[in-house]
């Protein structure tokens, strides 16, 4: 392969690892054999929070191709088979999981001297397509990416990005566009992640000598850093104008010593969402932080109960549940909204009303046999007897994430640790500073 920019999901990478990897409090122990056949057998065992997981992996070389096959604590397993130099500087990549029949995955990607190009699809009907392209150099490149859904023959997303890489300093500028469900509005995203050689007092890493500190900044079309100043206006449509607050989510948010977000819960009937959200909800207020779930069976006793189970109702109730969490978060409150949300345009669409990062996806990951298998309302029995009509996994879709920020598996027919389950989801809001205030501040700042 060529020594070229490297693909488009390496820009930034190096900043977001050195934001991260120094704080982390996780432990993992891996042993590997390698046998004179060329087979290698890895074994990891991983403690993340409170929770524990574990991992065998087998991988497999034969001339160009390489076979790996990979088989975690949830019974799943996941076989990915690499070929290089199909053609000249081409790689093919070929994924799946077990049981999961619709996880099937085809990259191919093509490297140059001064360029990267991959093109992604699913291995299924009407599948969503993400191609990808770089330009540049081993030490500055410049990349875009677009995805698109040959379901509803629209785009879902266009990403662009620029990264300077040297040994001893990084950046990267990344824009992301999220296609919206609903109205006109177009948000625009722009991160920055910036490490630079310093050595402030105090701080110490692990590595080399040298040290590092990393600053990130968030900028968003709707974020408060370009709002209007305190007492000023700013006119919307017509007679509709936007009255500015001098107290701000900054302020609200070092009142109550942590930082408002989204975690919208996402699964079939049956997988345990409002479970999760009980139990995180409970995990969060033993730590002293104020959180609030919005439910989506509850929100239909009052907010939307004028809504019906048809697709627009649906499509509304989900908009309408976008809006309020993202009130929520704005008042620095940890919100938790617990929904099917089936579709994944409408979830794109919560998820671009919020500043980046402060949308965290949860995918609770239980095959329709399990879910099902529970029934703790008796609603699929009276699907499959066709007395409800457009019930997600029987006769109307699920899109599963593609990208979400926390996959939570429970493929066993009996119910795991709640508790484990929502330690996982605090670990992530602790580690990216959802729990503390401090963060908040420092991010204004730089």
């Known amino acids: 392969m060529s020594k070229g920019p490297g693909l488009f999901s390496d820009i930034g990478k190096k900043a977001k690892d050195l934001l991260t990897r120094d704080y982390t409090s996780d432990h993992k122990f891996s042993i590997s054999t390698y046998s ?36 975690d604590t949830d019974s799943t397993v996941l076989t990915t088979v690499t070929f290089t130099e199909i053609l000249p500087s081409t790689k093919a990549i070929v994924s799946f999981k077990v049981p999961d029949n619709s996880s099937g995955k085809l990259e191919v990607q093509y490297f140059h001297d001064h360029a990267a190009v991959t093109a992604t699809a699913a291995l299924k009907q009407n599948p969503l397509i993400d191609i990808t392209a770089t330009l540049g150099t081993p030490v500055i490149s410049f990349g875009a990416e677009a995805g698109y859904d040959t379901s509803s023959k629209t785009f879902t997303k266009y990403n662009a990005g620029i990264s300077v890489t040297k040994p001893d300093a990084c950046a990267s500028i990344i824009l992301c566009y999220v296609s919206p469900a609903f109205g006109e509005s177009r948000n625009l995203r722009l991160s920055l992640s910036d490490s630079r050689s310093l050595e402030p007092a105090g701080l110490k890493f692990r590595g080399k000598s040298q ?47 942590q930082k408002g977000c989204v975690i919208w819960i996402t699964g079939l009937s049956g997988s345990g969402k409002s479970s999760l959200a009980c139990a995180l909800s409970r995990a969060l207020y033993n730590r002293g932080k104020l959180s609030y779930i919005l439910d989506g069976d509850n929100v239909r006793h009052g907010l939307n109960s004028d809504l019906s189970f048809k697709a627009e109702d649906r499509a509304e ?16 409150i ?9 579709y994944r345009k409408e979830r794109a669409a919560c998820r671009a009303l919020l500043p980046l990062g402060d949308f965290i996806e949860v995918f609770m990951d239980v095959p329709l046999h399990v879910c099902e298998a529970r029934d703790p309302k008796g609603l699929y029995k009276r699907a499959r007897a066709g007395e409800i009509k457009g019930f997600t996994g029987i006769d109307d879709p699920y899109e599963p994430p593609l990208d979400c920020e926390i996959v939570i598996q429970n493929n066993r027919d009996e119910n795991s640790s709640l508790s484990e389950m929502a330690e996982i989801v605090v670990s992530y809001l602790d580690q990216n500073g959802y729990l503390k205030a401090q963060a908040v501040v420092e991010n204004h700042s730089t």
């Open 211 to 257: 040290r590092r500190l990393s600053f990130f900044r968030r900028i968003m079309a709707t974020d408060e850093s370009i709002s209007a100043r305190p007492g000023e206006t700013q006119q919307i449509n017509g007679n509709i104008v936007w009255h500015s607050c001098p107290i701000t989510k900054c302020d609200r948010q070092e009142l109550i010593n």
């Open 36 to 71: 004179a056949s060329g087979v290698a057998l890895t074994s990891t065992a991983l403690k993340k929070g409170g929770v524990h997981a574990a991992d065998v992996t087998t991988q497999y070389k034969y001339k160009n191709a390489v076979f790996d096959v990979k088989i």
């Open 334 to 342: 940890i919100c938790i909204a617990s929904l099917i949300s089936p």
């Open 317 to 332: 109730n989900i908009r309408r549940v976008g809006e309020v969490a993202r009130l929520f978060a704005d008042a620095g």
